[in-house]
Every structure is written in structure tokens, then in C-alpha cells.
């Protein structure tokens, strides 16, 4: 299974903004039916910036409501065979979990949780189900492939990121468990784990953090751009004895405690 056969549709979470719009971006060019889910404030955010392009059908799907997941793949299998799903929907609170206010909110714990880590699951859940009953692709039997989105924090979590570097280790287990649960319909999973990328989430710090954060990075010194994180994704779609690994993107970034 090639990109570039763009016979087959893709679902792309988070699909409005930074990682996500660019992996829907290069899918579409690549003649790939992409059906980008996120929240509609997102979507309508990227119209108003004409950031959105036509070629890709938003909807307004939080990740978190399997039966809206549910109802966005089968609509994407609908429209051609779903080989492709790529979870990229996430948030990244700071708290730490005793601090000057007292201890951790549970609430917002729970909630990042509940995004990055059980939404990407329900993509998985949902979009599985559906490959699992299209036809192979190819002589190994293979079906589809599903990547989802982890991060350096899932081994380095800094101070204050116990609620994401949780979710996204959670996201880093899933990888090989669901390999090997869905090895059987011949769909492969895998995770990427990003370093620092220039994404909206980032935009907000100061140039001194900024680059505080850049001079982190062994090579290049500089953030990743959403574009890389998508060729990543291409090569992961291509390769298909890629499977059950967690790949970082980080030009060998370590992150300190702080």
C-alpha cells in the first residue's frame, strides 16, 4: 500500500490545525479521500484563515464520543475503502501535582486522559472494526494501517506534565498491545512521538523559551514542521513492515526535568 495509489480514504483527527492539517494536507495531495474530524470551533477557525482546503471534508467530530468517531469512519468508508487513520487530536495542560495552589486538578487529569489517550482509542476501535472487514491490500493480507500521535513526554515528561506525559505513555503501550490484537486482520498500528513542533500549541511562548526549548534539539537546532511529521506518516503508510513501534521525531531531543 502506497500514499500515492490514493485509491482508499484516510481519517485524520485533529485535522483542522497544526499535525493534523498537515498530514490531511499531504494525504489530499496525494489524491487520498480525507475525512478530517475535529471540534467545530477548529474547523470553523481554519475557514475563517483559509487554512482549510476544499478537497477535505471536515466534520465536527469530538474524539471522545465513540458513537461521533464511529458514525465519521463509516462515513469515510462510505466514500472508498478506510486504510489510513492517523490520530492527532490532543491538548497539553501544565499542572504539577503538588503546587502552589495545592494538588492536582482530577478533572483536568481525567480530561487529558480522556482526549489524547481514550479519543485515540475510540478512532482505533472504530477504524479497526472497519478494516478489519475490507479486503487485503496486498499479498501479506494486510488491510489498513493505524498511527497515532505519542510524544517525547511518554519518556521524559517534565515537571508539570504528569496528566500528558501519562496520556501519551498510554499511547506509547497501545502501540505493540494493538499490533498484536489486530494482527490477526492484517492492520498495523503505530505511534510517532513528536519532540518541539512549530503547531498553534506553541505559538503562545516567548522567543527566550522558544529558544531555550530549540537549543535542546541535538540536530537541527530548530523546531519540527508539521510537514515533517506528515512525511513521517507517508513513510509509515508505505513501509509495510513497519508495525507495533513507537518512532520519535525529535532531531535527538532529551528533555531535562524542567
Do not use: W
Not at 480514504?9 to 492539517?21: D, F, I, K, P
Amino acid at each position: 500500500m502506497k500514499v500515492t495509489d490514493g485509491n482508499f480514504s484516510a481519517v485524520v483527527t485533529g485535522g483542522a490545525s497544526g499535525l493534523g492539517a498537515a498530514t490531511a494536507r499531504m494525504l489530499a495531495d496525494a489524491g487520498v479521500t480525507v475525512l478530517a474530524f475535529d471540534l467545530e470551533s477548529s474547523i470553523a477557525k481554519a475557514r475563517e484563515t483559509g487554512t482549510a482546503k476544499e478537497s477535505i471534508t471536515y466534520l465536527p467530530i469530538d474524539v471522545t464520543d465513540f458513537e461521533q468517531v464511529k458514525a465519521g469512519v463509516e462515513q469515510a468508508a462510505a466514500l472508498a475503502p478506510l486504510r489510513v487513520a492517523v490520530n492527532c487530536a490532543g491538548i497539553c495542560p501544565s499542572m504539577r501535582i503538588v503546587g502552589r495552589n495545592g494538588s492536582h486538578d482530577p478533572k483536568l487529569f481525567a480530561t487529558t486522559i480522556n482526549v489524547n489517550l481514550i479519543g485515540t482509542f475510540n478512532v482505533l476501535n472504530a477504524a479497526a472494526g472497519v478494516m478489519s472487514s475490507q479486503e487485503p491490500v496486498d499479498a501479506d493480507g494486510q488491510r489498513g494501517v493505524i498511527i497515532n500521535t505519542a510524544s517525547v513526554a511518554a519518556f521524559e515528561g517534565q515537571i508539570g506534565q504528569a496528566a500528558y506525559a501519562a496520556s501519551k505513555g498510554g499511547v506509547h503501550s497501545l502501540a505493540i498491545c494493538a499490533a498484536r490484537d489486530l494482527a490477526g486482520v492484517g492492520v498495523r498500528v503505530v505511534a510517532i512521538a513528536p519532540g518541539i513542533v512549530e503547531t498553534p500549541m506553541m505559538a503562545s511562548i516567548s522567543d527566550e523559551y522558544r529558544t531555550e526549548l530549540e537549543n535542546l534539539v541535538q540536530f537541527p537546532k530548530r523546531m519540527a514542521k508539521p510537514e515533517e511529521y506528515a512525511a513521517l506518516v507517508a513513510a509509515i503508510v508505505d513501509n509495510g513492515y513497519l508495525n507495533g513501534e513507537t518512532i520519535r521525531i525529535d532531531g535527538a531531543l532529551r528533555m531535562p526535568p524542567r
